[in-house]
């Protein structure tokens, strides 16, 4: 079945950095809006970010200005560049595509940001 492949996850003191990166098969991320999404314990999975085919994109007001969500096409892979980071960002990060009524998820990884 597709898989979506994550990478880039782990610990980071808080007002750290960390990106995360999410490859596809083309066939899925050439025609499906990718995104991020993060769970944390106990809390409903929420969307982060993501960018349509266009290029536009679209950010959970919490991480407006410290968050980039980008696509590399020829790498078949989405990047979630997270800058500023706070405890609060603490979750599993689940890369997410998107069309109509099909999605596909990755396995998630884990985002740990240390006070």
């Known amino acids: 079945q597709v898989q979506l492949v994550e990478s880039g996850g782990g610990l980071v003191q808080a007002g750290g950095s960390l990106r995360l990166s999410c490859a596809a098969p083309?066939?899925?991320?050439?025609?499906?809006?990718m995104g991020w999404y993060r769970q944390a314990p106990g809390q409903q999975r929420e969307l982060v970010a993501k960018?349509?085919?266009?290029?536009?994109?679209n950010y959970a007001d919490s991480v407006k200005g410290r968050f980039t969500i980008s696509r590399h096409n020829a790498k078949n892979t989405v990047y979630l560049q997270m800058n500023s980071l706070k405890p609060e960002d603490t979750a599993v990060y689940y890369c997410?595509?998107?069309?109509?009524?099909?999605?596909?998820w990755g396995q998630g990884i884990q985002v740990t940001v240390s006070s």
């Open positions: 083309r066939s899925i991320f050439s025609i499906h809006t």
């Open positions: 997410n595509a998107n069309r109509y009524v099909y999605n596909y």
């Open positions: 960018i349509l085919i266009s290029g536009s994109t």
